[in-house]
């Protein structure tokens, strides 16, 4: 049977994240290689990720002139993944938690239905279109309505529920439980793209089809492509990562415990802050400071309602 090599791909960015990140990467022998994407806005993000590529052998950075870390300048680097004999796995910088043998175990789902599916998901904690299958599998309960949108009100854009569902997560983990759905297919729909394997064969087969450079990535990789090949996305369920946060969830996010979890989780301490070029968490900074500053001189600001969140195994 023919093998692939696993390449894990990452648009990177941001250090508070990676830093999680790079402890699972780095330790998986499965993975023979990791190649950074450099889109970073932050000269302090680029030396960081430059030092990464000194210092690990598996590492690559690879660069494309003129990215001025905008989500369209990544689409110029899915025409590196050209080894026919290679496994790509893309994964977002901020995916801060990946089971134990999460890339052979994609690699393995992929292998079994390559001629019918593009693209293979693991189930992804903090992804919209997960959540609503974990409620529907009857493993998530909420009080919140969950959509079957990339752009869930809830799912995508509440960053409470974001919150909640990481804690509960995190506590499932304590508890030393798994989180599994059986398998299912993503067809004429956007999906965020925060983790998905595909064959470099795939992408020169398709050429510069399988990602235009103007055009958004997910869009396009997870419902425009499907439609036009045949071929569809699959979440396989059998193996679970954890996304962070969406830009719509990170003012919150960063004002909690979370991620220092999570780096807990991964055997690490905590060194680089959360970025804080995002405009929702510099609004969010504002709103806490009037906040302290109103129940400080007796005008107290009521706590927002909390949704309510929980999984199961």
């Not at 904690?125 to 869930?152: F, I, M, P, Y």
Request: glycine share 6%; aromatic share 10%.
């Amino acid at each position: 049977m023919k093998t692939h090599k696993i390449i894990v791909v990452t648009p990177a960015g941001r250090r508070a994240y990676l830093d999680v990140l790079k402890q699972y990467i780095i330790r998986d022998q499965n993975i023979a290689e990791w190649h950074l994407w450099d889109n970073c806005r932050d000269i302090q993000d680029r030396a960081y990720i430059d030092s990464l590529g000194k210092k690990f052998g598996k590492i690559r950075i690879i660069r494309h002139d003129g990215t001025d870390g905008s989500n369209r300048c990544i689409n110029r680097f899915y025409a590196t993944c050209t080894d026919p004999e290679t496994f790509y796995i893309k994964m977002d910088d901020d995916i801060v938690y990946l089971e134990k043998n999460t890339a052979s175990s994609l690699l393995a789902a992929a292998v079994a239905e390559k001629e019918r599916y593009l693209w293979w998901s693991p189930l992804v904690v903090n992804n919209a279109l997960c959540s609503w299958l974990l409620q529907q599998h009857g493993l998530l309960d909420t009080d919140r309505e969950l959509t079957a949108q990339a752009s869930c009100p809830t799912g995508w854009e509440d960053p409470w529920f974001a919150a909640m569902l990481h804690t509960s997560f995190l506590n499932m983990l304590s508890r030393g439980q798994r989180l599994r759905v059986p398998k299912s297919t993503v067809s004429l729909s956007r999906y965020s793209i925060n983790c998905i394997g595909f064959f470099g064969e795939d992408v020169v087969k398709y050429g510069p089809l399988f990602c235009p450079e103007h055009v958004s990535d997910e869009e396009w990789i997870s419902a425009v492509l499907p439609l036009k090949t045949g071929r569809y996305g699959r979440i396989t369920g059998e193996t679970c990562v954890a996304h962070y946060s969406f830009y719509t969830q990170e003012h919150v996010l960063s004002t909690t415990d979370i991620l220092d979890r999570y780096y807990e989780l991964a055997g690490i301490t905590r060194v680089h802050p959360t970025p804080a070029h995002n405009r929702l968490w510099r609004r969010g900074k504002l709103r806490r400071a009037a906040k302290a500053f109103l129940n400080k001189i007796g005008l107290c600001m009521g706590p927002r309602a909390r949704p309510r969140v929980g999984l199961r195994p």
